[in-house]
């Protein structure tokens, strides 16, 4: 079978082992994420301020598409709380709350971010993801789910609130508290403790009980269904709707209808820079879970083979009225430890949804949208970490600010902003660190042929001769800083002859480093001292032989650091440091 047919659909490579012990697995795995995914999908739904049965559409076509395209066998695709904020804040813009127009908008961010992260798979641009810094990552998610949390406490309050910034929130909620609903209360508290209660004790208390671990795990995953049984019978038996609870009220019966994006270039042109943003932390979200789950399997995944997964699973998912999707990172994780094998656990749920969408949704018109809110809250509680801040704080002042600014941004204008913050500050990281790399002036270790930092360790110098270690390719952003450097050291009482620039760690240098190397050069060459190279890496030494730098280089090239020393080395006059 040819290999490009491989890579473009992996399935052809996993099917291939496909027995009946992997389909036992599978479908273990798909009732158990079944169960976890038909009330998170309602209630992600909601959060992106669309009716509640589009989560359950963007959790059928997009499962069965990322099985087909993506690499990992346990990614979880489906709505995510931090995309479903993110789609809100989108098409919030819009001023289409409650229209067609705004589910239209809505399939349309799905489509559009479907088709970018297809074309970067195609273009083979998943090391784009790179340039996202984990700390500034997990700022943005930390402070998305505090903005989630907080945005569901008027369902839980039975209020009104608007806004999506963290003041804007809490402002609203105080001025509405007096009209706090003490029947929606009631309901919301008492499913916030259930559901924290089945997270952290249920399945110890199940244990205790003798109930099989395997077991265990089902039930306590079925926790949330538990509630929303539970509350919707309250609900319908206490009539509850007529004292003021709101409740979920009709949700249409069938499968996903076809349906198509809008092509108008006004709408593009308004949800372009929010489609891009859904698709690159989607993509950041979804590629970090599935490497480290492969990771704990020995398998691999193919980051650009990922982007074409996530993206046909977008484009399916606008195909059949739903919203942008993701791997999720607590369902996948409950994926793998329900043992999934294969992709095909994802189609399998995808059946399960189906038959919800079909069978169930009648059920579910009493249920009080105070237990999706709960279902929500306790779901996103477990993405705020604040102890990035004091990790941060005690390694890197500087990833500290970076963290610190994109929670602030996030929190107080919004995650639009916020998460565009947090892709120029990791940029702007990147260049910084780089602009300033490490240089170390070196000598030789005594008795060995090692080289080390003359301010760490006790090594011998020459004074005529001084060699600089630089711990970083040479680029645009550092090219000035190393001619500083060398011109703030040769600028001394020592009768300094010779200079040479130990590149170990240098992998690269471009135009702008080349024409700093030929300044550093001629101003050498004017003070009488030479320049030297040592240890050249052969991709950049073929690249220099392609200038007319190594002609003019009025020193030598060093295969190795000590071949230098001792040729330019007077023993009479080193001297220990």
Known sequence: MPQPLKRYFPILQWAKTYDR??????????????????????????????????????????????????????????????????????????????????????????????????????????????????????????????????????????????????PELLTSLMAHLPETNLYTVTLGATALAFLFWTRKGLKPFLLKLGVTPRLADVITKAGPVAAVAATTLSAYTFDLAEKGVAIVGTVPTGLPPLSAPSFSPDLWSQLFLAALLISIIGFVESVSVAQTLAAKRRQRIDPDQELIGLGTSNIASAISGGYPVTGGFARSVVNFDAGAQTPAAGAFTAIGIAGAALFLTPLLFFLPKATLAATIIVAVLSLVDLSILRHAWGYSRVDFAAVATTIALTLGLGVEVGVSAGVILSIALHLYKTSRPHVA?????????????????????????????????????????????????????????????????????????????????????????????????????????????????????????????????????????
């Open 441 to 577: 002036e070196v000598g030789l270790v005594p008795g060995t042929q090692h080289f080390r930092n003359i301010l760490r360790h006790k090594v011998k110098t020459a004074p005529h001769l001084v060699t600089l270690r630089i711990d970083e390719s040479l680029y645009f952003a550092n090219a000035r800083f190393l001619e500083d450097y060398v011109y703030d050291r040769v600028v001394c009482d020592q009768p300094i002859t010779d200079v040479v620039l130990m590149a170990s760690a240098v992998n690269e240098i471009d135009m702008s480093a080349l024409e700093s190397l030929e300044a550093i050069n001629s101003r050498l060459k004017e003070l009488n001292i030479r320049l030297h190279f040592s240890e050249v890496k052969g991709p950049v030494m073929d690249r220099l032989k392609r200038s007319h730098f190594l002609d003019d280089l009025n020193g030598e090239i060093f295969l190795a650091q000590y071949d230098a020393w001792t040729k330019l080395s007077n023993s009479d006059t080193s001297q220990a440091a």
């Open 21 to 166: 012990q992997i389909l036992g697995a599978d479908l273990m795995a798909a009732v158990i994420v079944t169960i976890m995914l038909i009330p998170q999908s309602l209630a992600y739904a909601l959060l992106a301020g669309l009716p509640p049965e589009v989560g359950l559409y963007a959790s059928i076509l997009p499962l069965v598409a990322y099985a087909i395209f993506g690499t990992s066998r346990v990614l979880a695709v489906g709505p995510v709380a931090v995309v479903s904020l993110m789609t809100a804040a989108a098409l919030g813009n819009l001023a289409l709350q409650g229209t067609t127009e705004y589910l239209i908008a809505a399939i349309t961010l799905a489509f559009m971010s479907g088709v970018m992260l297809t074309l970067m798979g195609l273009l083979r641009l998943g090391f784009l993801a790179n340039f996202l810094s984990h700390p500034v990552i997990a700022g943005f998610i930390t402070a998305s789910g505090i903005l989630i949390a907080t945005s569901q406490l008027k369902h839980i309050l039975g209020i009104t609130a608007h806004g999506h910034t963290l």
